[in-house]
């Protein structure tokens, strides 16, 4: 069966600092990959999504960047935090081609101090 | 524009009542509709989604959904609430195979 992994759970991490938030996906191959954004109180903002290694599309400018080094591995990144960044973040994927469901990891908690 | 609109932001519903969480999209054509449910620091886990045929769409946790084109809608439904189900439930829909827009969500309480 497949299953989603994100890591770490939670995270703190002063301003300026780098960021980097890791999602791997098992038992499936070609997925499209998604990184979500939840700040406190509002609903999810698609920040990236992958359809292949080294295809990223960003739906948001913004401080943070994704990369994808291997099929199954998502990467969310940031050179230098910013207090706005905080937030829930969660990884998804779904199969290849139109009309996969999503699934989501259980998500990381990234404060900002 | 394509969008999702969930009109309330949170509601609270006795133990045992029945539950109706609305959602509204907006989209040239029929999309694919979804319906997660985030429990506090957790997650999303689906629980029912749309994609054509009977409109009536069942999910886990007893939970349900009608699609209804001409009311461009994908209500959630269930009859009978139990303390567990208090959580944040999110209405989505895709246009496309690498998009899915969410709801602000509906924060639902459940009192004894």
């Known amino acids: 069966s497949q299953t989603i992994h994100q890591w770490p759970a939670t995270l703190v991490q002063p301003v300026g600092s780098p960021l980097s938030l890791e999602c791997t996906v098992e038992?499936?191959?070609?997925?499209?990959l998604y990184w979500y954004r939840q700040a406190a109180g509002r609903g999810l903002q698609l920040l990236f999504y992958?359809?292949?290694?080294?295809?990223i599309s960003s739906e948001v400018p913004q401080n943070l960047s994704a990369s994808r080094p291997q099929d199954r591995q998502f990467i969310l990144s940031s050179k230098k935090l910013l207090l706005s960044d905080s937030g829930f973040y969660l990884c998804?994927?779904?199969?290849?081609?139109?009309?996969?469901?999503?699934?989501f990891g259980s998500g990381t908690r990234l404060t900002v101090v | 524009a394509q969008s999702v609109t969930q009109p309330d932001i949170h509601i609270t519903v006795s133990e045992g009542a029945s539950l109706e969480l609305r959602c509204n999209y907006s989209y040239g054509a029929t999309p694919y509709l979804f319906w997660y449910v985030q429990s506090p620091g957790q997650g999303l886990q689906l629980l029912l989604k749309y994609f054509s045929g009977d409109t009536l769409v069942q999910g886990i946790k007893g939970f349900e959904a009608e699609f209804k084109r001409s009311q461009s809608s994908f209500n959630l439904r269930k009859p009978s609430v139990h303390w567990s189900d208090a959580a944040e439930y999110f209405c989505a829909f895709s246009p496309g195979a690498n998009n899915l827009f969410f709801g602000t969500g509906t924060r639902l309480t459940v009192i004894p």
């Open positions: 038992g499936t191959s070609n997925p499209n």
């Open positions: 998804a994927w779904t199969p290849r081609g139109r009309g996969g469901g999503y699934t």
């Open positions: 992958s359809v292949g290694i080294g295809q």
